[in-house]
């Protein structure tokens, strides 16, 4: 029997759903994070402390995975997440938010500031000005966001395997899926899935590079527009 005939160890379809949920999820609460980092100052002390924020976000993927473990378990337990699907969207989407916030940060900073300013002239709000302007022009880092997101998290193994339960066609992951199958002896199946996780990397690159180079198309072009004449006074030719 192997991975791809046993029904109930099938799990590459939930959880490709379940990754790209919990990838969307991060992009759209990380970017938000972002835009917060990149377009406010916030002072706490007398000092500005927005590097020390983003830091810590990043930190975050620094700090030891068995380091949280044990509280992991104790508060999935706690609220009744242990072995559910909400549960291993929580956990993917929280994994995946300190490179979400470390990524856009780059993204945002790239566009200027004065476009967003013409916006609030027209009478935009700042959340239209973010909603209309900004995202449209980081379209590419957002697919890219959330594809390294949804590769992420179809990876993780560590803490989704405490929060998991290990159930077969619920809560079993791809790389759960590869242990339980190498412990069963079947090695040649847990190679073969192995391998889906390998060129699902390759993809990730390729796709990282295609919004790179878009976005950065699209970036010079705005920059080599003329500057907008000014509104109510006659233009010299």
């Known amino acids: 029997m ?16 379940y990754a790209l949920i919990s990838s969307i999820l991060a992009v759209a609460i990380g970017s938000l994070a972002s835009y917060g980092l990149t377009r406010f100052k916030y002072v706490y002390g007398g000092k500005l402390r927005n590097r020390e924020l983003s830091f810590y976000f990043i930190s975050q993927r620094i700090l030891p995975p068995v380091a949280i473990v044990i509280p992991l378990f104790i508060l999935f337990q706690t609220v009744k997440l242990f072995d559910t699907q909400i549960g291993l969207i929580i956990a993917y989407t929280a994994f995946n938010l300190p490179i979400v916030v470390w990524l856009m940060q780059d993204y945002f900073a790239g566009i ?35 594809i390294l997101c949804n590769a992420r998290a179809m990876g993780e193994f560590g803490a989704v395997s405490v929060v998991s339960g290990h159930i077969r066609g619920q809560t079993n992951t791809v790389p ?30 390729v796709i990282k590079t295609v919004a790179q180079w878009r976005h950065e198309r699209e970036m010079k072009a705005i920059a080599s527009l003329p500057p907008e004449a000014p509104r109510g006074r006659p233009v010299a030719v």
């Open 2 to 17: 192997t991975a791809f005939q046993d029904k109930r160890s099938d799990s590459s379809g939930f959880v490709v759903i």
């Open 112 to 146: 200027p500031v004065e476009l967003e300013e013409s916006a609030y002239i027209d009478g935009c709000s700042r959340f239209g000005a973010f909603w209309r302007i900004t995202l449209p022009n980081i379209k590419w880092g957002l697919l890219y966001g959330v």
């Open 176 to 205: 759960l899926h590869v242990e339980v199958l190498y412990n069963e002896y079947q090695s040649v199946a847990a190679f073969a899935v192995a391998s889906l996780l390998a060129l699902l990397a390759l993809v990730t690159l």
